[in-house]
C-alpha cells in the first residue's frame, strides 16, 4: 500500500515539484476550507462512485466549489447511472478510508478496476489532493499527477466538467 510517505517519495524521485499543507484531519471538502490552506481555488473535491450494477469504479476530481452533478458525469464518461460507491469497496479497492479519496489511491489498485478522471478545470495547472492521508494537501502539476498515475498502470485522463 502507497503511503503518504511513498507519494513525497515517488514525487522527488520523479522530480515532480509539490507542495505539502499540513492540517487536521477532514473528511470533506468544507471541513478542509476551514483551515488556512493556500491555492485553495486549486484543491479538487474527489468522488468515489460506481455504475449501477457495480462493475465500473471511478475516481473523479472536480473543483472544489464544484457540484456533483452524477447524470452530468455519466454523460461525459459514457457509463450506466452512477451512485457512491461504499466504504468497502473504497477500503478494498484503493485502500483508502472516508475522507481520504484521492487519485494517489490508484497507486493501490494492483488490478486497475478503478478509472481516474480530473476535471480539465486543472489541466495546465495544480491540483490539491490528499497524499493517501486526510491530514494533509499535497499541491502538484495536474500533468504529472496524471503521468503518474498512468505510469502505475492506472487509466487516467482529464474529462469535461
Known sequence: MHQRPDIEK?????????????????FTIEELYDHDIPSRERIAKNLFLRDDKKRSYYLISIKGDAKADLKALRSALG????????EEDLSRLLGLSKGEVTPFG????EEHKVTVRISSFFSGGL???HPN?????VFLNAED???????SG???DYIES
Open 10 to 26: 515517488l514525487l522527488s524521485d520523479r522530480g515532480c515539484p509539490y507542495t505539502i499543507s499540513e492540517h487536521p484531519a477532514v
Open 79 to 86: 457509463s450506466r447511472p452512477l451512485s457512491f460507491a461504499s
Open 106 to 109: 490508484a497507486l493501490n489498485d
Open 127 to 129: 491540483i490539491g489532493v
Open 133 to 137: 492521508t486526510n491530514t494533509a494537501t
Open 145 to 151: 499527477l496524471i503521468s503518474i498515475l498512468r505510469d
Open 154 to 156: 492506472a487509466d487516467a
